[in-house]
């Protein structure tokens, strides 16, 4: 399997290790100041260009058999009119003799209507038919996965800058340009290992098995078929399924599943998070040394409730016991040194970060659905994600294993999340701050705009009238 795939798993078990040397979430906090944690890795495109290479050699061995299977020889027998049949056996012959229904007097002369026949049937539909088709789909499982992580490597323009469409304003992403040398080389970077032709490849292959996939070979063979494969005569003998056979048992047996794969992203981005609070020395509160961490029997990491203070805000972490998430409540709590200090209800917000790996076409229903119900509960829903195939970048912070940006993205996350302005609250009482529509709801303590979903409250600070943005367009 593709080497990077590995990587995630590699740093939940060293994070097991570390936790079983303690569980204080202290270590594992000071562990991580010390950097001894790995949490980027350079893409190995020369690696990836090999198993591309293997992937292409295995697909051609598949496309020989779909042309030329084997196939299961049957007979049946069957009753059809006589002028249809050949030459019929003995056994046929005998067999429509005694068979009186198929008999009808014409002109006194007693000839067969019918006779016995035997059916011949060829059939693909095999056990070794069926194991390709279940190859089929695992490659297709795995180009998609190298693909996916190939994808954050080869930006567009609105993937670099994060934008769906492209303005004039002040803050028109051309103002960046602006700043870069002519021509803008760091927009488009060519890395060593050229990410575009590695894209180039696996989007062929893509291809080439989605072509496979329209066959009438694997319609008629995509079967369930248990993964544990018999090795039959054929799949020891013939020199196709036998090359096709060997390939399955190097690469997919045993193997991470996507769905723990997703776990392992979960404790990635909770350390790459633990490691931006422990570059500025904070999550040093009696709750946060007071908890610990463990790995449960799905490798996910769980931890007691954290807490930490930076600046006038108050920081409370929770774990999401049941999904890959986690939750954060944002107190605005002044000059207070407890991160517990109590305060009105205006003064606190609420927001949950969701995990997954991908957010492609796959599961963005899923991911979705799971997103609104959320947002029923919570201020802002964020999505952490490697790859945003989506390219909905409203609320996604794309937390890659491939760039060292972790500390500025959690840096811009709790910015976004203590957003302050200085304003007459009047004038937001009446309009939205965000996008300016004037259909507000308001609950007593935080107003809502039904056009955007961003959520504010208006608040006294030191006799100034203070406007926090508590979340922008949900």
Known sequence: MEKKKEYLIE??????????????????????????????????????????????????????????????ASTNEVIIRSEFSTNLSNKSFNDTLKDSKLWKNKNGI?????????????????????????????????????????????????????????????????????????????????????????????????????????????????????KNIIPTNILIHDELYSYCFRFYKVNYLNVTTNSSINEYYYNYCLLCFFKYLSSLNIAKTTKSNNATLSIDANNRLR???????????????????????????????????????????????????????????????????????KKLEFNNVVLLTQNNIIRNFSSVLSLSIYKPNHDLLFKNLISSLSMLFKTDTEIFEA????????????????????KCGSTYSLIKLNNDDILWVKSFRR
């Open 431 to 450: 309009k939205c701050p965000v996008c300016g529509s004037v259909d507000l709801l308001y609950d007593g303590y935080t107003y809502k705009c039904s």
């Open 110 to 226: 007693m000839t067969p209507e019918y006779v016995h026949s035997i059916e011949f049937i060829d059939s693909i539909d095999t056990y070794e038919n069926r194991f390709i088709s279940l190859l089929i789909t695992l490659i297709e499982d795995e180009v998609e996965y190298i693909l996916s992580n190939i994808f954050p490597l080869v930006e567009s323009i609105e993937e670099h800058f994060e934008v769906n469409g492209i303005t004039y304003g002040e803050h028109s992403l051309f103002k960046e340009f602006n700043s870069l040398n002519y021509p803008y080389e760091d927009v488009f970077k060519k890395e060593k290992g050229n990410p575009n032709k590695v894209y180039t490849l696996v989007r062929r292959l893509v291809k080439r098995v989605k072509q496979i996939k329209n066959t009438e070979f694997f319609k008629i063979t995509h079967k369930f078929i248990d």
């Open 303 to 373: 931890f007691d409730e954290l807490s930490f203070k930076k600046g006038m805000f108050s920081y409370l972490i929770k774990e999401d016991k049941e999904n890959l998430g986690f939750f954060m409540e944002v107190r605005l709590i002044e000059k207070a040194i407890k991160t517990n200090t109590k305060v009105s209800e205006d003064k606190k917000a609420t927001y949950y970060f969701l995990t997954s790996k991908t957010y492609s076409k796959e599961n963005e229903i899923s991911i979705q659905k799971e997103i609104e119900n």
């Open 11 to 72: 740093l939940s078990e060293k994070l097991k290790r570390t936790i079983k040397r303690s569980s204080s979430f202290t270590y594992v906090y000071e562990t991580l100041s010390l950097h001894k944690f790995k949490l980027n890795v350079k893409y190995n495109y020369e690696e990836t260009l090999l198993r591309v290479n293997e992937l292409k050699n295995v697909l051609n061995k598949i496309t020989s058999i779909v042309l030329k299977p084997h196939i299961k």
